[in-house]
């Protein structure tokens, strides 16, 4: 996994989540909302991250699940 993770961005627990009542999974990055997940897909994820083997794993798999959301036009506070 180290080569993944060249800048150690990851680190830094850039991505959190939130699971609702029924199940919907919200992702976040930097605490804004960039993807949510429902029905089956939030199970595979859910299921992914029980089991990941530490922070750095659950980081990863919640960055590919959001996929290349980034594309350098994004406003900074």
């Known amino acids: 996994m180290s080569n993944i993770d060249k800048r150690n961005r ?3 627990n850039p991505f ?14 930097h605490g804004k909302r960039v993807k949510i997940l429902k029905g089956k897909e939030a199970e595979k994820l859910l299921e992914r991250i029980e089991d990941a083997e530490d922070e750095k794993e659950e980081q990863l ?5 959001t996929g290349n959301f980034k594309r350098g036009n994004e406003r900074r506070k």
């Open 10 to 12: 990851l680190d830094e």
């Open 16 to 29: 959190s989540y939130q699971i609702t009542k029924d199940d919907t999974v919200f992702i976040e990055y």
């Open 61 to 65: 798999i919640l960055a590919k699940i």
